[in-house]
C-alpha cells in the first residue's frame, strides 16, 4: 500500500506533467490549486484564480466555479483579508445558491467588519438551511441576535 506523502508527491508530479502539455487547461489549473492549498497557499491561490480566468472561456461548470470561488475565500479569511472573502464568497453563492459553507465565510467577513445588517439575510439562511449540515447551527442564532442588537445600536 502505498503512503499519503508519496501518493501526493506522485499526483503533483503528474498534474505538473499535465499543466506542462495544457498549461490553460482549466480542470488541472484547479486540481494544482487545490494540491497546493496546504503546500503553498500563495500558490494555490495564483492556480486557482488562472482556472478561473481560463475557465471563462472553457465552459467551465457551476459547480467548479462555486468551489473554486469557496477555496479562494477561506483562504483569503484566513488571512483576515475580507475584502476578498466578501468577493468571492458571494461569486461561490452566484455559481450555487445552496453553498452553506460560502455563505459562513460571507457572515464571518461581514460581522467581522461590522456590515450587520448585510449579513443578516444570509443568517437567516443559514438558519434556515443549515440545520443538516452545521454542527454549529445554534451559533448562527447567537449571530443573528448579536447583529440584531448591534443594529439597533447603532440606530440609537
Same mark, same amino acid.
Given at each position: =500500500?502505498?503512503?499519503?506523502?508519496?501518493?501526493?508527491?506522485?499526483?503533483?508530479?503528474?498534474?505538473?506533467?499535465?499543466?506542462?502539455?495544457?498549461?490553460?487547461? @482549466? %480542470? @488541472?489549473? @484547479?486540481? =494544482?490549486?487545490?494540491?497546493?492549498?496546504?503546500?503553498?497557499?500563495?500558490?494555490?491561490?495564483? @492556480?486557482?484564480?488562472?482556472?478561473?480566468?481560463?475557465?471563462? /472561456?472553457?465552459?467551465?461548470?457551476?459547480?467548479?466555479?462555486?468551489?473554486?470561488?469557496?477555496?479562494?475565500?477561506?483562504? %483569503?479569511?484566513?488571512?483576515?483579508?475580507?475584502?476578498?472573502?466578501?468577493?468571492?464568497?458571494?461569486?461561490?453563492?452566484?455559481?450555487?445558491?445552496?453553498?452553506?459553507?460560502?455563505? +459562513?465565510?460571507? +457572515?464571518?467577513?461581514?460581522?467581522?467588519?461590522?456590515?450587520? !445588517?448585510?449579513?443578516?439575510?444570509?443568517?437567516?439562511?443559514?438558519?434556515?438551511?443549515?440545520?443538516?449540515?452545521?454542527?454549529?447551527?445554534?451559533?448562527?442564532? !447567537? =449571530?443573528? =441576535?448579536?447583529?440584531?442588537?448591534?443594529? +439597533?445600536?447603532?440606530? /440609537?
Amino acid at each position: =500500500m502505498q503512503g499519503d506523502g508519496s501518493r501526493s508527491k506522485r499526483n503533483l508530479l503528474l498534474l505538473e506533467q499535465e499543466l506542462k502539455a495544457n498549461p490553460t487547461d @482549466y %480542470y @488541472y489549473l @484547479y486540481q =494544482m490549486g487545490l494540491a497546493q492549498k496546504s503546500l503553498n497557499p500563495e500558490l494555490s491561490k495564483k @492556480y486557482l484564480l488562472l482556472a478561473l480566468e481560463h475557465g471563462q /472561456t472553457q465552459g467551465l461548470p457551476n459547480e467548479i466555479g462555486s468551489q473554486i470561488h469557496l477555496r479562494l475565500a477561506q483562504m %483569503y479569511l484566513e488571512q483576515f483579508n475580507h475584502h476578498q472573502t466578501l468577493h468571492h464568497a458571494k461569486r461561490s453563492i452566484h455559481f450555487n445558491p445552496n453553498n452553506i459553507i460560502a455563505r +459562513v465565510c460571507l +457572515v464571518t467577513a461581514q460581522i467581522s467588519i461590522q456590515d450587520f !445588517l448585510q449579513a443578516i439575510p444570509h443568517l437567516q439562511y443559514l438558519i434556515q438551511h443549515g440545520k443538516e449540515s452545521l454542527s454549529n447551527h445554534s451559533d448562527f442564532e !447567537l =449571530m443573528m =441576535m448579536l447583529c440584531q442588537q448591534q443594529i +439597533v445600536q447603532q440606530n /440609537t
